[in-house]
């Protein structure tokens, strides 16, 4: 298969560097007209290296150059439209590296070489045009390359790359010339048979070629016509309309081949394999058993159709992949409170202390001298129940009565007289820290393009309601929620053998009880895309985050005096921070048999 349909298909490229990389130069910049064709030529002298790729909006096509210089005059591109090349630009990009930007109509699949001390990128075009060059015409050079005739894509399969022709060149002048007497004379000139068609008696031609690839002459005669030309074997030229020359393939035999797929599934090869065959003649079939295809075709055309699954049904590396996912919760809690109980011995509450029925205490002599001297209660009152005293004058009060501390680490109680009252005060405090540190590594292994997945976990039941045609019809079905720890990576080795992976990191649990509607989940993950080297670790996500609670009660206006005001009331300081770090490193593993071929 051509490396342009791997690019269509692809839709990212990155290609790896064609040659050593050394000290070099670039030239010269060229654009030059093929059969089909567009060519972009770029000189360069000495040794150095090539990468490729596509940009959006705008479409782009980017090569850089590397180790190389600029040493090509500084010319600016004139603007005409060559083959869907609207602008060309070039520069010293990086100290070694020269880059040239093509700006295209649209992003289509093209053909990158290296070779002849030249970088040749071939894009198809059905239109023509005059070339183009930094440097002056007379210095223009093309590659040596032996032409064939190709037609268009919808007439016969893709022909192999092209390059610019190097036949003997023509000059000459037809006015309203036969088609039969224009292509008597390219027969004569090539030295091949040119047949035409039965219907092309009454097309005349008009033109002038001057100084003309005799091959590059005859092609845009036949454009002009609305004509195509395959070559047939032994050197037979055949000329005809693009619509008789696509009849031809309906009267031509079908040939069935058994193509066994060794890397790749089958039944997704088909689609591909599907849009160049025949059409309406070429049908292709899965054999799920044997991870076969069964191709039926025409038989000029089956040989393409076998030779392009053996481009797609290639060894692919695989890919190790290790994971860190680091989880830290870490909670701090800060609490203080005071309460106070004041009380007369004949009025107060029993909310905070609990004090002795004066009117039925009895009194005791503890110390012998027949005096008494202390009060020995017979009952106490209970919680709810309160003394009012209702023979005068009298206070008593609580504060913060209701207010606790679960669990405190310090319960202090004071208690004085002042004057004819007793004052009681209870102290709650509580500081407590609680860090929860969850790592996970998890380790898998996948080919290339395929998706790795990871759950360590459980599986939460879920009530779901679901409602039928009736509200009677109305059942309550099961579902089962993952939680854990999931990851999901799918990586891409490009032609550099770097790794393009995309990454998706989960970590959720069951953060509270089941109710009538179901369950509350925690989740924290991230989704990303990212391009590493081999054995790179690359940090996916990293995010923190802090919840600050401050709660404050107690008795109005007191509790907010500056220093003093926490005497007065409960106070909680409640602060969650939450840390997510998921590392990602891949490894590329080459099978065993390419190894030992590399050495």
């Known amino acids: 298969m051509k490396r342009s349909l791997m690019l269509a298909l692809a839709g990212l490229v990155l290609v790896a560097p064609r040659a050593l990389a050394g000290p070099g130069e670039v030239t010269a910049v060229s654009v030059l007209p093929g059969p089909g064709r567009a060519h972009v030529v770029i000189d360069v002298r000495g040794s150095v290296s090539v990468q490729d790729f596509t940009l959006q909006n705008p479409a782009r096509l980017v090569i850089d150059v590397l180790g190389a210089k600029l040493s090509a005059p500084g010319v600016v591109y004139d603007g005409q439209n060559r ?6 630009r070039y520069a010293q990009f990086r100290p070694d ?21 030249a970088i040749r990128v071939t894009l198809g075009t059905d239109r023509s045009f005059t070339a183009w060059s930094s440097t002056a015409p007379a210095q223009l050079q093309a590659p040596d390359e032996d032409r064939t005739f190709a037609p268009p894509p919808a007439v016969l399969p893709p022909a192999t790359p092209i390059q610019v022709s190097q036949q003997p060149p023509v ?28 219907d092309l008696g009454d097309l005349y031609v008009t033109a002038e070629i001057n100084n003309q690839p005799w091959d590059v002459a005859f092609q845009a005669i036949l454009e002009s016509q609305g004509l195509s030309a395959i070559e047939e074997p032994p050197g037979i030229i055949r000329v005809d309309s693009r619509a008789a020359l696509a ?41 799920t058993g044997t991870n076969s295809l069964i191709i039926t075709d025409i038989e000029s055309r089956i040989d393409d159709d076998v030779a392009f699954i053996g481009e797609l049904d290639i060894q692919t590396p695989q890919v190790s992949i ?39 205490a009895q009194p005791i002599d503890t110390d012998g001298d027949g005096v ?3 009060i020995a209660p017979t009952s106490f009152f209970s919680e709810d129940v309160n003394i009012i005293d209702l023979g005068g004058n009298s206070l008593s009060a609580v504060t913060n009565a209701e207010a606790t501390i679960i669990q405190p680490a310090l319960q202090l109680i004071f208690s004085t007289a002042i004057g004819n009252f007793s004052l009681t005060s209870f102290v709650d405090a509580l500081q407590r820290v609680e860090l929860a540190d969850l790592q996970a590594e998890p380790l898998t292994s996948t080919a290339d393009n395929t998706e790795a997945y990871i759950l360590v976990g459980e599986r939460t039941p879920v009530r779901v309601l679901e409602a039928g045609a009736q509200q009677a019809e109305a059942r309550i079905a099961v579902e089962y929620v993952q939680t854990g720890i999931l990851l999901r990576v799918t990586p891409h080795v490009t032609n550099n053998r770097q790794v393009l992976m995309s990454v998706r990191a989960e970590n959720s649990s069951l953060a509270a009880a089941p109710s009538d509607v179901g369950f509350t989940f925690q989740t924290q993950e991230a989704e990303s895309q990212v391009l590493v080297d081999d054995g790179q670790t690359a940090v996916i996500a990293g995010l923190t ?10 008795i109005p206006f007191l509790v907010d005096l500056p220093i003093i005001g926490s005497l007065f009331g409960f106070s909680q300081r ?14 590329i593993i080459d099978s065993p048999t390419a190894s030992a071929e590399t050495q």
């Open 372 to 374: 008494p001297d202390q």
């Open 83 to 88: 083959g869907g090349i609207v602008n060309i």
């Open 171 to 198: 000059t000459a002048s037809y006015d309203s010339a036969t088609i039969g007497e224009v292509m008597a004379g390219f027969a004569e000139l090539s030295g091949k048979s040119i047949v035409l068609g039965k």
């Open 545 to 554: 985050v802090t919840e600050v609670t401050v709660s404050k009660s107690g």
């Open 247 to 287: 009849a031809r393939d309906s009267l031509e035999a079908l040939e069935t081949r058994i193509v066994r797929i060794n890397y790749a599934r089958a039944a997704a090869l088909v689609p591909v394999l599907q849009s160049i065959v025949t059409p309406e003649r070429g049908k292709v079939v899965v054999d």
């Open 322 to 360: 290790q994971g860190k996912l680091i989880f830290v919760n870490r909670t701090d809690i800060e609490e203080l409170g005071v309460k106070y109980d004041l009380g007369s011995p004949t009025q107060f509450f029993n909310q905070l202390v609990q004090r002795s029925d004066p009117r039925t």
């Open 97 to 117: 590296v020269v880059r040239i930007v093509l700006e295209l109509e649209s992003l289509r699949g093209y053909e990158l070489e290296y070779a002849d001390d």
């Open 574 to 587: 409640r602060e969650q921070r939450r840390d997510l770090l998921i590392l990602v490193t891949p490894h």
